[in-house]
């Protein structure tokens, strides 16, 4: 495997994971960091025996980024198409899995398209995110449908100090002009944060290969709330909502019209209770809106396109967490979902239901560790599905832990898979997959470095077949195995924080005439580099991404290879005054042209300087 457009970038990535500790003088003084999302419960990294990513607030703010994708990318086995600039179609691929195989949550509520199956990264403001974690790995035996690949949950912003308000502005290429007003405030027994914010952009051509030359704009406006309180008792109490809604223009046709109006809103309600110290139970109720408005400016869409795609999910939720003793704990609970579409598209069947039960179990043997989980899914279209998993880690010294694991996991079909007029199949079965994993966790002073070797299969892969006459249906048909290995480190180096990753994948077709063949849009070597520093007031940072090539076709034709690529981004921001911040970011700073799908442009050369108030 050739390296070719990101060699150097790897070089910097293996030096900085091949630092020895002697390097590095102190104790780490660090506190763990705890995650939710790995277990459906609050535990530490060190305790999760999945790897787990953690993107906090003070990550977005230094890398300035500047959508959700933009943090996304450099997580480890994360790597992201995107059909032509800001606010167009973009998927993310975890894990070398199919883009529709991971699960979504915004504060617990499962959000996405339940038609197309994938999830408007795009049209989420980063601005309002508070933290996002990352599981790798599937997880349906705790989650259910979609996690293959993993699991991303996205928290909106939260209070909880005294009053701290933050205004910010920013100015960049394209026209692109943005502004939000962040309002957090509260007590130890009290929290709210309000948001709102405006961004527009004229946007880049999106494609390259039309005889159109205008640029493509984005419009979104955005706005969350979330607010909680603890109650003498214990019982604590939290709503959230976040909306954004907007206008994305691209260049199309008469059938798939060149713009769109859209909406993406999350609502969740939640308590918990703890019964002694023994019993906690939490209850969660919420509801997720995917909508879609597809339109053709300067004439009429096709009689025979659909215009509107709307989704709204309900969800519900009871867990119970109880500590059998003081080195185990039982997690019981039941999920309950239903799904309705509205669309002018015909469709034979317009909601569904899916009810679940799961339970996980975690015991600690001193130097061993061991999960197990299983749940059970019954859907009222597919009817129902089991699930498992197991996991074992072992501390082979304070500073080194080796883990194992082996998980089950499915997805759904979608309603377009099921029943999309005159081409669905009722009769699919859910894709399903089986993972073994093996992976070493280490420590250094104010350091940590590990290392995950997967082993994916995944079964019943939905593809659209010729059945003669014409006639194309999706049918259960496909196989695929994805081998990879997932180095990551973090550290400090000589004054600088080094935050670096390299993924080694094998996305393989196993079935049909495209075995041996390489699944579309993944590529096998995905590299990171981000490193900062302060000075003073003023802080540097430089951020690095690589991906070697990939394919559009599942054939992996000459023609259907695009060309790896390696960008490099710089930013820095400067305190003007005890309460102002000035930052500034230029992205793909050598100009590289490259594309991630093939005949959508990616941005050249661009700048962002932002201007923040937030007294403290």
């Not at 390097?23 to 999945?50: C, F, I, N, P």
Request: proline fraction near 2%.
């Amino acid at each position: 495997m050739k390296l070719r457009p990101f060699a150097a970038a790897c070089g910097t990535a293996f030096i900085c994971l091949s630092v020895s500790p002697s390097v590095l003088a102190e104790e780490s003084t660090q506190l763990e960091e705890v995650v939710v999302t790995a277990d459906r419960k609050a535990r530490t990294v060190d305790e999760t025996l999945t790897p787990v990513t953690v993107i906090t607030r003070k990550d977005i703010e230094k890398y300035q980024a500047t959508d959700v994708a933009d943090v996304l990318r450099r997580v480890p086995g994360i790597s992201i198409t995107n059909n032509g600039g800001a606010g167009k179609a973009t998927s993310v691929f975890l894990r070398g899995t199919n883009s529709s195989h991971v699960l979504v949550l915004v504060d617990g509520v499962k959000i996405g398209s339940a038609t197309l199956g994938n999830i408007a990264f795009a049209d989420l403001s980063v601005d309002q995110v508070e933290r996002i974690e990352v599981v790798r790995g599937p997880r349906s035996s705790l989650y259910g449908s979609e996690a293959i690949g993993g699991v991303i949950q996205i928290f909106t912003r939260k209070g909880g100090k005294s009053f701290q308000p933050e205004i910010s502005m920013s100015v960049g290429s394209h026209n692109t002009q943005k502004a939000h007003v962040n309002l957090a405030g509260g007590d130890k027994n009290t929290w709210y944060n309000l948001n709102a914010g405006t961004e527009k952009t004229d946007g880049i051509n999106a494609t390259s290969n039309q005889q159109e030359l205008d640029n493509d704009g984005y419009h979104r406006e955005s706005a969350s709330l979330r607010a909680g309180h603890r109650f003498t008792n214990g019982t604590e109490i939290e709503a959230s909502v976040l909306r954004t809604q907007g206008k994305n223009t691209f260049d199309g046709d008469d059938f798939s019209g060149n713009s769109n109006d859209f909406v993406q809103e999350s609502i969740s309600g939640k308590v918990k209770h703890a019964f002694g110290e023994r019993v906690k139970v939490s209850a969660q109720v919420g509801q997720s809106l995917d909508e879609t408005y597809n339109y053709f400016n300067g004439g009429n869409l096709n009689p025979f396109a659909g215009r509107q795609f709307d989704t709204r999910r309900e969800t519900a939720s009871l867990q119970a967490d109880v500590a059998t003793s003081v080195s185990s704990g039982l997690t019981i609970g039941f999920d309950k979902q239903k799904d309705k579409i509205t669309s002018d598209n015909t469709y034979t069947v317009t909601s569904r239901k899916n009810n679940g039960v799961f339970a996980s179990y975690q015991h600690d043997f001193g130097r061993t560790d061991v999960e197990v989980s299983v749940r059970h899914d019954d859907n009222e279209q597919f009817g129902k599905h089991d699930t498992g998993a197991a996991a074992i880690g072992y501390d082979l010294s304070d500073t080194l832990r080796l883990k194992a694991s082996y998980g089950e996991a499915f997805r759904a079909p979608t309603f377009n898979d099921l029943y999309w007029a005159g081409a669905g199949n009722p009769s699919l079965k859910p894709e399903k997959s089986k993972n073994a994993e093996i992976g070493l966790d280490g420590k250094w002073s104010n350091g940590t470095w590990a290392v995950s070797a997967f082993d994916n299969k995944v079964d019943n892969l939905i593809d659209w077949q010729d059945m003669g006459g014409g006639i194309w249906l999706p049918t259960n048909v496909n196989q695929a195995r994805i081998k990879g290995l997932e180095i990551n480190a973090k550290t400090p180096l000589a004054g600088w924080d080094v935050n670096t990753n390299l993924t080694l994948q094998k996305p393989e077709n196993r079935s049909g005439a495209n075995a041996g063949k390489n699944l579309t849009f993944r590529p096998e070597r995905v590299i990171n580099v981000d490193v900062d520093r302060a000075f003073g007031k003023v802080g540097i940072g430089i951020g690095v991404h690589g991906e070697s090539e990939r394919y559009t076709t599942a054939a992996n034709t000459a023609n259907a290879k695009l060309a790896g690529y390696s960008t490099l981004d710089l930013r820095a921001d400067y305190r003007l005054a005890k309460d102002w911040t000035v930052g500034a970011k230029i992205g793909n700073v050598l100009d590289k042209d490259y594309q991630t799908n093939s005949g959508y442009n990616q941005d050249g050369i661009n700048g962002l300087v932002t201007l923040k108030y937030a007294p403290k």
